[in-house]
């Protein structure tokens, strides 16, 4: 089996065809990382939590890595990697990114209700706000296998 | 849809049912995270690997975090969390450990290939030697979809 970096297009693509990575922070160098969903446009990665660690460790540390793939076989697959920094979608400053982070995300709406029921079971509380964030992308690469003949 | 904790006995069980994971590391605070295939056993996680970033980064931070999960579908999933110290089975020192090592990570022998594979094309060397390390489990913690009736 044969691995090659992949092109910045073919990062991109696999970026828009999954919902599901692994975002890693980290604070105090103790790394944290965890499943998450995702929606992917022009540069920028935007996400749906709540409150909670990885959100705590973000707000202190901006700086993230976010990986993603498509595992068909062990000799079939392509992994993306991408480090960025994280972007909190407040209002006001940011109200309309955040409402187009809520459409681009409610494409893949069966996720959002993974941190929201999880927060819940946690607090008991039924009116969580649900926060937005983006990371944008800082540099992008990939690796994926070649089949050979 | 409910999510719950999982007790430490069935985090375990399902660190010795899958052996892909995803491994994060940090360096001044810098993440990164890969994908990785692994061996649990008895509060270790054993894995393979070659030099490379995540080595360099391992051994100068050796706090790592490692994620696992089981996907059926969006509302039906277990996911691991898993905070460890990383030690190199390098020999002497290692040598009975970085055998123990091979032996249970040549169940999932197929993934072995892959950083072989990788670092040949990036340097053409056929002689790169492996690289064993076990992470020490600190923490282990794990929450699961429970269905409802």
Redesign the interface.
């Given at each position: 089996?044969?691995?090659?970096s992949t092109s910045l297009k073919e990062c991109e693509d696999l970026l828009r065809r999954v919902s599901?990575g692994?975002?890693?922070?980290?604070?105090?160098?103790?790394?944290?990382?965890?499943?998450i969903s995702f929606a992917y446009e022009a540069a920028c990665l935007y996400f749906f939590s709540t409150a909670g660690k990885k959100i705590d460790c973000m707000r202190r540390?901006p700086?993230?890595?976010?990986?993603a793939?498509e595992?068909v076989s062990?000799?079939h697959w392509t992994?993306v990697?991408v480090?960025g920094t994280f972007v909190e979608l407040q209002e006001p400053q940011y109200t309309e990114q955040k409402e187009h982070a809520r459409q681009l995300l409610s494409q893949t709406a069966?996720?959002w209700?993974?941190p929201l029921?999880?927060r819940r079971?946690h607090t008991g509380d039924l009116a969580i706000e649900p926060l937005f964030f983006r990371v944008d992308v800082v540099s992008m690469t990939g690796?994926r296998t070649v089949s050979e003949p």
């Open positions: 089996m044969r691995i090659t599901i692994r975002i890693a922070c980290s604070l105090n160098d103790q790394p944290y990382v965890v499943p540390n700086r993230v890595c976010v990986q793939d595992i062990p000799n992994s990697l480090n069966q996720w209700l993974t029921a999880e079971e690796l």
